[in-house]
Nanobody, 122 residues
Framework: QVQLVESGGGLVQAGGSLRLSCAAS????????MGWFRQAPGKEREFVAA????????YYSDSVKGRFTISRDNAKNTVYLQMNSLNPEDTAVYLC???????????????WGQGTQVTVSS
């Protein structure tokens, strides 16, 4: 069992930045690949970014590549999503997920947090 708690969401103007955090518990953090998804009202859940457990390799959707950075701190059992150059299309609930398999993370993962709201105004 893995519990995930996201934080750091809020309201920001277009062009601004936010840093999201996801704290994990219930399992050795270093064994987990971690990811971020987002879901806007009326839209499907969308993959955003992921980071592999074994070597820290990162993966990004085309829509955020070059603007967002995923990182992890194994000593703090936390994964981060640094979001820069935000635009209104980034508005969504951002959800953290975890899975030993990076392939399953990208496909949807096994464990999910409740999400944190990110709102980008024009």
């Amino acid at each position: 069992q893995v519990q995930l708690v996201e934080s750091g969401g809020g309201l920001v103007q277009a062009g601004g930045s936010l840093r999201l955090s996801c704290a994990a518990s219930g399992r050795t953090f270093s064994t987990l690949s971690m990811g971020w998804f987002r879901q806007a009202p009326g839209k499907e859940r969308e993959f955003v970014a992921a980071i592999r457990n074994t070597d820290g390799r990162t993966y990004y959707s085309d829509s955020v590549k070059g603007r967002f950075t995923i990182s992890r701190d194994n000593a703090k059992n936390t994964v981060y999503l640094q979001m820069n150059s935000l635009n209104p299309e980034d508005t969504a609930v951002y959800l953290c997920n975890a899975d030993p398999s990076i392939q399953r993370i990208i496909a949807g993962g096994r464990y999910w947090g409740q999400g944190t709201q990110v709102t980008v105004s024009s």
